[in-house]
């Protein structure tokens, strides 16, 4: 069983839709981190939290400790926003979820 | 500031050859992490570097292995190269060592190996 669960696996969307990807994980942890992957294979670094909420453009991402729980939300998506997005904890390493896979359609 | 470069970038070899990858932190990084992403098993933890020294190691066998040099340069390689071992590679680097908690990585943008 992945330390890291993400849901969905596949999104699909209208251009303008609003988006929530969800990530729950079993551990405490320090930090957790959204990631952006494009179909060339480089991550880029989205949000990293320990707590709250943060904000970055029309992207926005909550965790909730207690829950651990975290969601990555895009609003007004647009076909660039088509990616894989990762959740990942850090302890002593990185632990990955399986990735959702994100396509935005115009 | 130049991001984390890695090289090469594409790379193919034969099963039983051995192959070293390069990855160089964004300049004042001291931490270099290695990861694998097959379709397969997704993204997977090899180690860590810091300071010259290999701080954590994930669940890969011993032919997989690597380095960090002064100027915080990692290598890391892989012997006597399976077929499974196809898979992008990827290095991150970030100020502090990933158990020093909230920290950023910083991702390269891999190698991609293809054993043949």
């Known amino acids: 069983k992945n330390e890291v669960e993400q849901s969905p696996q596949n999104l699909t969307a209208q251009e303008g839709e609003f988006i929530t990807i969800n990530c729950s994980y079993s551990v405490g942890i320090s930090a957790l981190h959204w990631l952006q992957q494009h179909p060339g294979g480089g991550i880029v670094s989205l949000f990293m939290l320990s707590s709250g909420k943060k904000k970055h453009g029309r992207l926005i991402a909550t965790i909730n400790i207690q829950e651990k729980h975290s969601s990555l939300h895009i609003t007004a998506s647009h076909p660039r926003d088509s990616a894989v997005y990762i959740c990942a904890y850090n302890t002593d390493k990185l632990i990955f979820g399986t990735g959702t896979r994100l396509q935005v359609f115009p | 500031k130049a991001g984390v470069t890695q090289t090469p970038r594409y790379l193919i070899k034969t099963r039983g050859q051995q192959v070293t990858l390069s990855c160089s932190p964004i300049s004042g990084h001291r931490s270099v992490s290695w990861y694998q992403q097959t379709p397969g098993q997704g993204l997977q933890f090899l180690f860590e570097y810091f300071s010259e020294t290999q701080r954590n190691k994930g669940n890969f066998p011993g032919r997989f292995s690597g380095r960090q040099f002064s100027n915080s340069r990692s290598e890391m390689n892989v012997s006597t190269l399976e077929l499974g071992d196809s898979a992008l590679y990827l290095c991150?680097?970030?100020?502090?060592?990933?158990?020093?908690?909230?920290?950023?990585?910083?991702f390269g943008p891999g190698t991609r190996l293809t054993v043949l």
């Open positions: 991150a680097s970030s100020l502090a060592y990933l158990g020093g908690g909230y920290n950023e990585q910083f």
